[in-house]
């Protein structure tokens, strides 16, 4: 997806333990790494992509890999170049979060600004519900951070920020012709979805 809707000079690097993932991709032009440490759970390993041991050199665009993208991203890797730190709105516009399926940073900052404060105080993090909430504690209110513009993510199951909350048996996931990047937050999974336009999307 990254390839067909960018012209951007880009190296792709997946962050993984998943080794069957590994053998199928070998031959594709994918740098597969895993994380230095092993003392994290789930989604909170992904604090671990603003550790310096990442290695991860110069601006980074930081996708999910349970995103569906639908146009051209481009704009994402030019969006905010003199920023620290460009994160993108959570769905729940009442929960004033950053969502952290879609992240643009630099480790030159990001390390200080996120990974220091955090890993020194890691206890008093340990109450928040997920990563998504510790990013935005740290970064959120920096001045040198921004969100990118709402317009280019929708979520599958909810497609606004109104704050209009679906229930299952409203959920309609039609496709945002607006949106260039969809993404999936909790089931369904983009490879569980029924629509034809994810199916023919998402590869």
């Not at 928040?128 to 513009?149: E, V």
């Not at 599958?156 to 937050?185: I, M």
């Amino acid at each position: 997806m990254v390839q067909r809707n960018s012209t951007v000079p880009h190296k792709f690097i997946c962050f993984t333990d998943n080794t069957s993932i590994r053998r199928i991709l070998k031959s594709k032009n994918i740098e597969f790494r895993q994380f230095a440490r092993h003392d994290f759970e789930g989604w909170f390993h992904k604090m671990q992509l603003f550790s310096p041991d990442s290695n991860l050199e110069g601006p980074t665009l930081y996708m999910d890999l349970d995103v569906v993208i639908t146009k051209n991203i481009d704009c994402f890797f030019k969006y905010g170049e003199d920023k620290n730190f460009v994160g993108m709105n959570d769905f729940n516009p009442s929960s004033g979060q950053f969502n952290s399926s879609i992240m643009k940073f630099d480790n030159k900052q990001a390390s200080n600004l996120i990974w220091k404060p955090y890993i020194k105080n890691r206890s008093d993090y340990k109450g928040m519900a997920g990563d998504q909430n510790i990013i935005t504690a740290l970064i959120k209110n920096h001045s040198n951070t921004i969100s990118f513009p709402d317009e280019w993510t929708q979520s599958y199951k909810w497609l606004n920020r109104k704050g209009e909350r679906y229930g299952r048996d409203s959920f309609t996931y039609e496709q945002d012709p607006n949106a260039k990047v969809c993404v999936f937050h909790g089931r369904p999974n983009p490879h569980e979805s029924t629509q034809l336009w994810v199916k023919n999307l998402w590869y």
